[in-house]
């Protein structure tokens, strides 16, 4: 378990603009499969991407094999984001931060200097995020 920070962006829409926004100014790099790049924020394109691989991969389809596929969007949506998992939902950005892992170190610092611009309260739903003060106060 431990404790996580939950992000949450004002609109989810603004996912894709804020994962470009935080790779060119604070130099992160991203992961790309089947042309989606997979940046901090979950976008839409992402939650497409990963059912698509679900429901269609061979090695996809091993997981959650418990399933009958196709697995609908809905099922897989309350799957991610239903009580109990800590991914917040598209248009956010979720991290333990009890025990933070070596390759999540350079995102949370380009979110800690983000967060004194004052494009970080254009995009960031400050009230509903979870953990947001103790994630960016965080020494690393």
């Known amino acids: 378990m431990?404790?996580?920070?939950?992000?949450?962006?004002?609109?989810?829409?603004?996912?894709k603009e804020v994962n470009n926004l935080l790779k060119e100014k604070y130099n992160l790099t991203y992961e790309s499969y089947n042309g989606i790049e997979y940046g901090i924020f979950?976008?839409?394109?992402m939650f497409d991407e990963d059912l698509r691989f679900m429901n269609e991969d061979e090695v996809g389809?091993?997981?959650l094999s418990h399933y009958q596929r196709p697995i609908s969007k809905?099922?897989?949506y309350s799957l991610l984001f239903g009580i109990g998992n800590c991914f917040g939902d598209i248009g956010t950005f979720c991290v333990k931060i009890s025990c933070i892992a070596e390759e999540k170190i350079n995102t949370i610092k380009a979110l800690?200097?983000?967060s004194k611009t004052p494009e970080f309260k254009k995009y960031v739903n400050i009230?509903?995020?979870k953990?947001?003060?103790?994630?960016?106060n965080t020494k690393i």
């Open 2 to 15: 431990g404790t996580y920070a939950i992000i949450y962006l004002k609109k989810p829409e603004m996912a």
């Open 42 to 45: 979950f976008t839409q394109e």
């Open 112 to 114: 800690q200097e983000f």
């Open 127 to 129: 009230r509903k995020s």
């Open 61 to 63: 389809k091993q997981n």
């Open 131 to 136: 953990n947001l003060r103790l994630l960016l």
């Open 74 to 76: 809905e099922t897989y």
